[in-house]
């Protein structure tokens, strides 16, 4: 058995893993909730720590090589993932159910390839740094590469969110880190797949053999020691809030950055001077953006709140009947299944009413049906806490508020989210309602929106996939968007007195691009500094 | 005896704490030794909890004040700060020693106001918000305010870091955010009396009561407490370690940033061939740092790197005699003496040798003579983690290296600090040592220095007062510089099809000075955006 089981990317080489008390563990096909064959190592901890020590000295080595050679690596890695598209497809099909077509192959897959093209751009570019020149006092800073990076990848992107292939990675290789990737368990052979291109990509630019490590899975205890352990730069994990949680434990008590994107019930509130203009056409947005992926995005509208209005009505009853009418798509995993029926049933519970979906799992294939749950305002705020459980996957709560204020004492009790999105009047009459809404969810989200659902997470510079506590650990920075990710694995540097010949290109006299800006006397420009 | 005790200021009103057990207490003199005649409260968490309670209601008040009546606020304060300069100076001379000419008058309170004044002008002009505009996708992004900021000020500034007027006060003004400030102990009057010139000033420019308000001290638990509040937005932290530790573990379990700036030895490197070219000026150099505020500052040189060398002799005999012969000067407070003898007796116990200063307290003021240590690499091989204990005050301890390689090894050895310098020959001739030094030291410290001393810590866009944990709680964030230190006060915010209209100024398609810097598609530019 133990010659079968799949091989660690440790230091350069594909090598059997130290198991974990002689664990190893199998994915399941979420389409037939059958096993797939592959068979995967729980690494001991003499794996996490040979691995970390491999990246330190990879993390010293990196810093010498320059951003051409990283920036080559990352094209190399995105042509390899093209090329080996439909590999990686079957493989993520098998291990997660999501469609390959046009969700794995169309859509994730090429949002992967131009994230690491995009980082690779943004490396040698440089704006990412946030180069600060000051000539009068001679202090220059910027950015720098941090050390080590444990990525979490989380189990809805098996392409995009990877920990060897997704924005996290990306961005920790653009800041010139080493990357230690811990695979997502129910996916773990696309991620094996992608870690041999990777890996390949980074042997044949020459990068460092640790540039790129892969281990699958380890024990709890394990994963804390490792993301705070002294060799560990940096954290960036996506996932569930109680594993998040004990991560960020563990790597705040050793003083170790920690990234996280946790659960987040993405609130969007619909006035009735909305749903009066265009309610069909905003059920419809609704109806996409819930039940897209089987709503296992970080970003689907768990809660949507309304108020009290025949056209509020007409909104609720259109939607129940399309949540009852449409197939309910296939979870990503047992654990999934298990999870989003366990959610659905704390809010049954606590008073929601079942308007779709009888929120059991079935046992052929992992899925739960559709699920619709309504509650009033009242009854949510009697107990904001359970009514913001999060329910990941196809099912969405509505809240019937009597009114604004009473709507706006909803949002006021909201803990932090990624996303928040108010839909409203399209001309000018909603004003004072919206002025009233958005004052209050706010400070409460990460990014808000205006008539448009949360999902699809744009890779802009102005995105900020991220949001106050718990939807993250820290309310200033985002996991998607180049430059702003790359610097959260980075540490800021200040050059005090130092000669032009010894300063790092970016802060030198001479524009190291022509084209990078660089903010110099307090005002961003992309010349040269007079020396 | 409670009716002379001096009053909090809580949600606009100067009155009697809440005593935690009846407790008071009376800062000393450190020029006599003499505790001085004023008592302070300390204050039971009901004083914590009104604190808190004002302050979120003022945060949410302050999201609609226009930011050039916050503007007017710092530079109002900024103003009668100087008028009351006298008083001011007296009373931070009675409770800290330091001298009231040139530096508490003459430099400190100046830096103090200036420091408002950038603020000020900050505030308004925006660069601090890293406004990002993407016109493809609709989505725009820049940082704002956070809810009401805890600021824990040092004993060494009485003004420039004072809990209520410093950095990080002016920091989280200028993000939008009330300021609850914990004073230090050691100087509650000069705290109170800027406290009482902050109040007028947030009340002559109609800003909220509960803006700034102040508590002296509570117990250890309500401090943790606050910290981790839910109405508590962040904290920011300077002083020792351990306070500083136990404030970040109870702020990350509940996920509420915290900025710290804890200790640092600040190690200075200087090369045989530096002390060959210009030993006596550097000699010169060092005495004046590490002399000078009775060596209190965050950045003083506590640990010099030498590399065995005649120049090398010459230079430890010469700051040797230097240091015996100079006057100790008075340090803060009983508890800094006390605590640089402990520091001191720790190193010696440790293997170091005394060339200078018995380590012993003197009793008729807060004094330890002058104390210049000496250890060999080797020593400090053995036993990294204690010769790396930070002797806050007059102290420093000169570490000899056989060579280059262990001078190396010893930098590999470092903690995160705030600052490292390098002193070289001012020829080309050493970039070989200069350049294997550099690149050991770079990523342990903030601040990296050339042939300069690391006291003084410019105001500049470009400095970075910060540096990798224990230095500080995170890599990439500074205390000191505008505008860089501000949007560590501040949350990211994303607006994902907003309209014009409905956008904050700074992000809507008019530039709303003419002149804020926004990265609109990749590019920095003071323009407004085509609609």
């Not at 997660?96 to 994230?115: F, H, I, K, M």
């Not at 010139?176 to 797949?193: F, M, Q, Y």
């Not at 509208?301 to 296939?330: K, N």
């Amino acid at each position: 058995m133990a010659t079968e089981t799949k091989q660690v990317l440790i230091n350069g080489s594909w090598r059997n893993a130290e198991l974990a008390d002689g664990k190893t563990f199998q994915a399941t096909n979420p389409n037939t909730n059958e096993p797939l064959p592959a068979v995967f190592p729980v690494s001991a901890w003499s794996d996490c720590d040979a691995a970390l020590e491999a990246a330190a000295a990879a993390a010293t080595e990196l810093r010498r090589i320059p951003r051409e050679k990283i920036a080559a690596f990352l094209k190399d890695y995105a042509d390899r993932i093209e090329a080996a598209a439909d590999t990686l497809v079957e493989a993520a099909f098998n291990e997660t159910g999501l469609a390959r077509s046009p969700r794995l192959g169309g859509v994730e897959l090429p949002r992967t390839s131009n994230q690491l093209r995009l980082a690779a751009a943004a490396t040698v570019q440089g704006d990412w740094a946030s180069a600060v020149i000051d000539t009068a006092s001679g202090i220059r800073s910027c950015f720098e590469s941090l050390g080590p990076i444990c990525v979490f990848g989380p189990n809805n992107f098996p392409f995009a969110f990877n920990s060897v292939a997704g924005g996290d990675f990306a961005a920790a290789i653009a800041a010139g880190n080493p990357v230690i990737a811990k695979a997502n368990s129910s996916h773990p052979e696309t991620t094996r797949l992608l870690a041999e291109q990777a890996f390949a990509a980074a042997q044949a630019n020459g990068l460092p053999a640790a540039t790129v490590q892969l281990i699958y899975r380890t024990g709890h205890a394990d994963g804390e020691r490792m993301v705070s352990d002294p060799r560990c730069g940096a954290t960036g994990y996506t996932g569930s809030r109680s594993a998040g949680l004990a991560l960020k434990a563990a790597a705040d008590r050793s003083g170790k950055p920690i990234y996280l994107e946790l659960s987040s019930v993405n609130p969007v509130a619909i006035t009735p001077a909305a749903l009066q203009q265009r309610g069909a056409e905003i059920a419809d947005e609704f109806m996409t953006s819930v039940l897209m992926g089987t709503g296992q995005f970080c970003t689907n509208p768990g809660m949507v709140l309304l108020i009290e209005d025949p056209a509020t009505e007409t909104f609720v009853s259109t939607v129940t009947e399309r949540f009852a009418a449409a197939p309910a798509g296939t979870l990503l995993s047992p654990a999934v299944a298990t999870s989003l029926s366990k959610s659905v049933q704390i809010l049954v519970d606590a008073g929601a009413e079942r308007l779709a979906g009888d929120g059991k799992a079935e046992t052929d294939r992992c899925a739960v049906s559709n699920t619709l749950l309504k509650c009033s305002a009242e009854q949510f705020l009697t107990d904001p806490e359970t009514f913001q459980t999060e329910a990941f996957g196809n099912a969405s709560l509505l809240v019937v508020a009597k009114d604004l204020d009473q709507a706006t004492s909803v949002l006021d009790q909201l803990e932090g989210n990624l996303t928040g999105c108010l839909y409203t009047a399209t001309d000018d009459s909603d004003e004072a309602a919206y002025d009233q809404l958005a004052f209050a969810l706010t400070p409460r989200v990460g990014r808000l929106l205006n008539d448009k659902m949360p999902t699809g997470v744009a890779v802009s510079p102005a995105m900020n996939h991220g949001g106050p506590f718990p939807a993250t650990g820290h309310p200033g920075f985002t996991a998607v968007g180049i430059p702003a990710a790359i610097s959260r694995f980075a540490k800021l540097t200040s050059y005090d007195n130092v000669r032009d010949s010894r300063l790092p290109a970016l802060l030198a006299n001479k524009n190291p691009t022509g084209s990078t800006w660089r903010y110099v006397d307090g005002n961003w420009q992309q010349g040269d500094v007079a020396g």
